[in-house]
């Protein structure tokens, strides 16, 4: 890796984080950890890989809500992005056939829908 | 392809669940009126309102109504396609809004990604500081913000940074104090945990303002995913060229290396904490010379709490006008508080300084997780106070906490019902203080131990009216005489608890009685001979035998024989077991 100029990180800052493309974050600070984010991250990878799924998985730290984890946030093209709620394995799986495959949001699982 | 969305949450926790019926009426009106391709509509499990009745929301419009009944569905569905109409008398407007700045890429970015980090304007600030601003301008921008130390204490970090750089010195050192000892507090770790580029950041930032060439992080080893994204985060860092020699291209070097804690509460504080970095035992320092003057090996250091940290980036890149905008006249910006307890929704809240405890720990976080009234909360961990209900409207600055008894701490915030008591709530903090005591200095190191002597013969039913003065004098020595903050602020749970629960205190002492049911000595638990179902289930899961009795006769508890653990309380079905 290249030592940074100032220039560079100008140009860096223009990226664009969230590029169309679809992803899930899950949150993976102790908090979500201890309450079995670690089981849903790896279940997602596994199970995008298996029904073979054009969808990022990512992590993310802790957003403040940790009543609600595991946390994982959704952007689906055509939906908002949404935050659903203390998701285990069973709500992973509805997220993926509902809301990715089907695009229709999962109810009573969302804690936030980002307009 | 629908164009609004509905969110359909029933937020009446006293009441059995109408969030799927209200759902379905909804659904079965769009349908009636031929809307359903243009409105989705979807039950949620949080709507972030509490206690409002049902209440929906439109997106993209964010317009929130509260109270909702099915006769108003009519009218909210005409007002939803109608361009900036809103139905008036059900809008609910949330007074407490949180402040993300300390968080704002906490949950968004991922902390293993410095790219991520430098796509959201990370490392600009340094930038500015190493090119444009320099370092005189620097403190002038952190003396405009008016930011104060997060870690507890309140000092202003523009002082701080100065006394270290005005002093003459080939060597000067900056440390990131994340060794957050406080009980239940961990804001720390989840900006070391979600962020920990920002706090790099800052910390080259504080280097170049004082003048230092070295750097550390003292990190608690009870965080080991801090460590670990912290040591990423740093070799990203270097890799990029954003530490070691000649930072993005300047005459600056700094290296940054990680110490870690060892579980000593003590070595949050700054001159216990050089100690412990210098390999010694983490014991503190008579003060003055401060550590910006005389510090980690003799020399200036800085040391910074994390959250303080976090802010510095972001002052820079936004201007210190901009953060001294928001927060009260004495306390600027925002705070980070971790709140947990008997409360619904524990989390971290980032409020600007000023919201009032209501609206953090009701309006934020839902209020009690039982549904009892809030007895009192906790701010500030061992070195704090209790704030009582009829005080939660106090906003929250380091001035108003101070007056009322606590303090603002590091952030902890421990929500309490009836049934804690406080007479075992400072037992709890001062037996914490105790344990953790260096052992240094003998007002400390006797004084703690004494006072706790105290509260356990107080809450085993054995005080006596005289022992609150002894406690309040106590108190005094331990304030005047400590060396160091644990040992000045340890009696401060208890001064405060005697300050607004004295009462409390001399049921325990005089009627031999705890109200709240926590002290195990003073609580009695008997059979409700007309509740009770003869079931046996109590005589069974009593550890101590202390059920005599039988189908026939029915059950009673032998008192001499009762070790007050609570087993037959938590078993039986019919509710006929009474503690008081």
Redesign the interface.
Known sequence: ??????GD??Q??????DKPKDWIKV?M???G?AAGAEEVFNFFVEEVKKRNLQIEI???????????EP?V?VKVE?L?PVIY??VNKEIATKILEKHVISKM?V???????L? | ?PIK?I?VKDTDSKRADQ?RDF?TRLLDYLREINLLEQI?V?????I?VYEQGIVI?I????TIYANVADSDIKRIVEAVFKENEVVQDLVFKPKAK?CRIV?R????????SI??Y???????AL?KV??ELGAQKLVEEIKISGIRGRGGAGYPTWMKWNFAREVASAEKFVICNADEGDPGA?MD??IL???PHSVIEGLIIAAFAVGASKGYFYIRAE?P??VERIEKAIKQAY????LGK?I??SSFDLDIDIRLGAGAFVCGEETALISSIEGKRGTPHPRPPYPSVKGLWGKPTVINNVETLANIPIIISKGGKWFAQIGTSTSKGTKVFAVTGKV???????IAMGATLREIVVDICGGTLSGKPIKAVQTGGPSGGVIPKELLDTPVDYENLQKLGSIMGSGGMIVMDEDDCMVDIPKFYLGFCVEESCGKCSPCRIGGFQMLGYLNKISEGKGRPEDLGQLRRISQAMQKASLCGLGQTASNPVLSTLKYFEPEYNEHILNKRCPAGKCSSLVNYGIIADKCKRCGICFTNCPAKAITGGKEAGYSIMQEKCTKCGRCFDVCKFKAINKK
């Open positions: 890796m290249n030592k940074l100029t100032p990180l100008d860096m800052s223009q990226v664009p984080t949150g600070s102790s908090c950890i990512k992590k993310c730290g802790c957003a403040g809500a940790c009543y609600a946390l946030e055509g908002p709620g203390t949001l109810n009573d699982c969302i804690f936030e829908v307009a | 392809m969305v969110l969030t759902h989705r979807v039950r949620v499990a949080d972030g929301k997106l993209p419009d964010n949180q968080l890429n906490c949950g968004k970015i991922n902390p293993e790219e991520e430098i796509a959201c304007g990370g490392y600009l930038k190493l090119g961990y770790r989840s945990e979600g962020d965080y995913l801090a890799d990029y060229g954003l000649n993005l291209g619904k929704n524990s989390g971290l809240v980032e």
